[in-house]
C-alpha cells in the first residue's frame, strides 16, 4: 500500500510549523559577548563597510545567503495560488539549499504579480544577499523580471527556467548514450511553452552561442494549442523568438501529431497529457521525460507499455527523477564562491555537463543521479566555480 504522502506533509508542517529557522552563529552569554555582537561592536564592521561597500562580503550574511523570491503564480501544478500558500514550497526551496550547498536561503513571497513592483523590490532587498532565485512566477513575467534583473552585480537565476534545462539536458546526455543516439540526430519534442519549455529549448540548441557545445537536430515546441509554428498569429513574443531556434520543417498541428518519429518527449505542462499509444508513434528507442509535477504527463508503465526505452519524471517517488534540485543547490555554490556577477549559458552547460558525468555508468532506470547524492552538488559547484572564473 502506497504512503500517503499529502497526509504526511500537512501533519509534518503542522507540527514544525514550517521547515526552517534561525540559528546562531556565535553564543551570546555574557554582557562581553552582548557588547561585541551588538552595542558598541557591531559600529566597526558598519564603519567598515561604510567606508568600503565591498567588505560586505567579509562581515555579513550576504556571501552565503540567497533570496527564494516568488509571487506564487506558478506555483508546481498548482497554478497561481499566491503568495502565501506559496511559502510552503519557497520554504522548501530553502531547506534544499541548505542541506545540499550548506547556503542559507529565505522565502520572500510577494504579494504582487506586477512585474515593476517585483522587480523594484528585488533591487530593494538586494544589499543582503549575494543571490537571488527566482521561482513559480508565471510567463511571461519572468522573463522580464529576470532580464531586468541582470545588472544587480549578483546572479539572479529563475530556476525553473534554468535549473529544469540544466538537469534536462543531463539526463538527456546519459539517456542518448544509452539508447546510442548522437545529440545532434534526435528530433526532440517539448510540450509546454512556459518559462521551463523555453529554456529548455535554447539550451537544447544551443540557441545565442557562438560555438553551441550541445545542438539537437530538431526541436519542436509546442503550448496547449498545439506546435509553435510561423503560421500562427497568436504567439507571445517570448514564443515568436523561439521560431528561430525550433520547428526547422514548420511542422503544425497537436502535440500528438508532430510526436509522430521524434526520438524525445519532454513535457513540463500537464498530467495525463500522453497515452502508451501516441509513445507507439514515436521513433524507435523513445526517451520520454514527462515532469509535469505533482503527476507526469504519462505515468512510466504507460510509456514503457508503448515501448519507450527510458522513461523518466520529476518525482521522488520513482526512477529517473529529473529534478532541479540536482542543479541549483550547486549552481548557487559556485556562482557565490567565484563572486560571479550573473550566472552565464557557459555556467549553465558547465553543470549539465558536470551532473551527467557524475553518473559512470548510466542505465535504463539510473540515467541521472539520485536527488539526495550531496557528491553530486559538489561536482557542480566545482564545475560551475571554474567556468565563473574563466570569465572574470
Known amino acids: 500500500?502506497?504512503?500517503n504522502y499529502s497526509k504526511e506533509s500537512l501533519e509534518l508542517h503542522e507540527k514544525y510549523k514550517g521547515k526552517i529557522g534561525i540559528r546562531l552563529k556565535?553564543?551570546?552569554?555574557?554582557k562581553d559577548d552582548l557588547a561585541t555582537v551588538y552595542s558598541p561592536g557591531v559600529a566597526a564592521p558598519c564603519e567598515a563597510i561604510r567606508d568600503n561597500p565591498e567588505d560586505v562580503y567579509r562581515y555579513t550574511i550576504k556571501s552565503n545567503t540567497v533570496a527564494v523570491v516568488s509571487d506564487g503564480s506558478a506555483v508546481l501544478g498548482l497554478g497561481n495560488i499566491g503568495a502565501a500558500a506559496a511559502i510552503p514550497v519557497m520554504e522548501g526551496k530553502a531547506m534544499l539549499f541548505k542541506k545540499f550547498a550548506d547556503i542559507d536561503a529565505f522565502p520572500i513571497c510577494l504579494d504582487t504579480q506586477n512585474a515593476e513592483e517585483i522587480i523594484r523590490t528585488v533591487r530593494l532587498i538586494a544589499p543582503v544577499f549575494g543571490g537571488i532565485n527566482l521561482e513559480d512566477i508565471s510567463a511571461p513575467r519572468c522573463f522580464e523580471i529576470e532580464e531586468a534583473l541582470q545588472d544587480l552585480g549578483i546572479p539572479v537565476f529563475h530556476d525553473d527556467q534554468h535549473g529544469t534545462?540544466?538537469?534536462t539536458l543531463a539526463a538527456l546526455l546519459n539517456a542518448s548514450k544509452v539508447v546510442n543516439k548522437k545529440m545532434n540526430d534526435l528530433k526532440v519534442v517539448i510540450n509546454g511553452a512556459g518559462s521551463a519549455g523555453i529554456a529548455i529549448a535554447k539550451l537544447l540548441k544551443g540557441y545565442g552561442e557562438k560555438?553551441?557545445?550541445?545542438?539537437v537536430r530538431?526541436?519542436?515546441l509546442c503550448d496547449r494549442k498545439g506546435a509553435i509554428h510561423k503560421g500562427r498569429k497568436d504567439l507571445t513574443s517570448h514564443k515568436e523568438e523561439a521560431l528561430r531556434y525550433t520547428n526547422r520543417h514548420h511542422l503544425s498541428g497537436s502535440v500528438h501529431a508532430v510526436l509522430k518519429d521524434a526520438d524525445v518527449f519532454i513535457g513540463v505542462s500537464e498530467a495525463g497529457l500522453l497515452t502508451a499509444d501516441d509513445i507507439r508513434t514515436m521513433a524507435k528507442n523513445a526517451i520520454v521525460f514527462a515532469m509535469a509535477n505533482p503527476n507526469p504527463e504519462i505515468m512510466p508503465e504507460e510509456a514503457y507499455k508503448g515501448g519507450a526505452a527510458i522513461a523518466g519524471t520529476g518525482r521522488s517517488d520513482m526512477p529517473n527523477q529529473v529534478n532541479n534540485v540536482l542543479g541549483f543547490p550547486g549552481i548557487f555554490r559556485g556562482a557565490l564562491d567565484a563572486r560571479a556577477p550573473r550566472i552565464s549559458t557557459a555556467m549553465k552547460l558547465a553543470a549539465a555537463?558536470?551532473?551527467?558525468?557524475y553518473l559512470k555508468n548510466p542505465d535504463r532506470e539510473h540515467i541521472i543521479p539520485s536527488s539526495l547524492d550531496k557528491k553530486v552538488t559538489k561536482a557542480v559547484a566545482k564545475a560551475?566555480?571554474?567556468?565563473?572564473?574563466?570569465?572574470?
Open 165 to 167: 534545462a540544466v538537469v
Open 353 to 357: 555537463f558536470a551532473i551527467a558525468k
Open 218 to 220: 530538431d526541436v519542436i
Open 211 to 215: 560555438k553551441p557545445k550541445v545542438k
Open 384 to 392: 560551475v566555480y571554474r567556468q565563473a572564473m574563466k570569465e572574470k
Open 1 to 3: 500500500m502506497s504512503k
Open 26 to 30: 556565535m553564543p551570546v552569554v555574557t
